[in-house]
């Protein structure tokens, strides 16, 4: 078993739809990182959360850290939307395991 | 401010040859990465450095695959001799320590022969 599972690993959607990416793993943490990758390779830092919830524009992303799972909610989504999403956990050292990443259509 | 700069882009070589890939961090990012990605695969870390010592090289393929930080800022990763399975993406990435946010660079596409 991986130590960071995401799902779906796949999700079409159309335009406007609240979108859902989760994500769960299994160790200790001291934070959890969402990361966007366009296709082409380039991948954006989006989110470190360590607690709570946090909301930049469309994006909202929120950690329980008791039941060890992170969701990245996106609303109203649009087509450029459409992009890999990554979880990635941070644990002693900055060090990162990542997760395999959701592959995500957003439709016109 | 300046992003992580990575050359070349692009590399096509035929198996055995080696290959080095070069990183120049964001000024002042102590904690630098190197991930390898393979197609449809989340980043797997390679080495990580802190300043111009190794903290993680677990994951490095120390036969084949060897990583410098000299001066504790720009980076080199070398692949000799590469193999098929060494085709990828290798990423770079830099972070103030302990700060949390990820700066990756355009990442450098392996394609072996």
């Known amino acids: 078993k991986n130590e960071v599972e995401q799902s779906p690993q796949n999700l079409t959607a159309q335009e406007g739809e609240f979108i859902t990416i989760n994500c769960s793993y299994s160790v200790g943490i001291s934070a959890l990182h969402w990361l966007q990758q366009h296709p082409g390779g380039g991948i954006v830092s989006l989110f470190m959360l360590s607690s709570g919830k946090k909301k930049h524009g469309r994006l909202i992303a929120t950690i329980n850290i008791q039941e060890k799972h992170s969701s990245l909610h996106i609303t109203a989504s649009h087509p450029r939307d459409s992009a890999v999403y990554i979880c990635a956990v941070e644990t002693s050292g900055s060090r990162l395991t990542f997760g395999e990443g959701t592959q995500l259509t957003v439709n016109p | 401010e300046a992003g992580v700069a990575q050359s070349p882009r692009y590399k096509i070589i035929e198996k055995r040859q080696s290959v080095a890939f070069w990183c120049n961090p964001i000024?002042?990012?102590?904690?630098l990465y190197w991930y390898q990605q393979i197609l449809g695969q989340g980043p797997k870390l390679l080495i990580q450095?802190?300043?111009?010592?190794?903290?993680?090289d677990s994951q490095l393929p120390k036969d084949r695959f060897s990583a410098e930080r000299l001066k504790g800022v720009d980076s080199t990763l070398k692949i000799q001799p590469a193999k098929l399975e060494d085709s990828a993406v290798y990423l770079c990435?830099?972070?103030?320590?302990?700060?949390?946010?990820?700066?990756f660079g355009e990442g450098s596409r392996l394609t072996v022969l």
């Open positions: 990435a830099s972070s103030y320590p302990n700060t949390g946010e990820l700066f």
């Open positions: 450095f802190q300043n111009n010592g190794v903290v993680d």
């Open positions: 000024s002042g990012h102590a904690t």
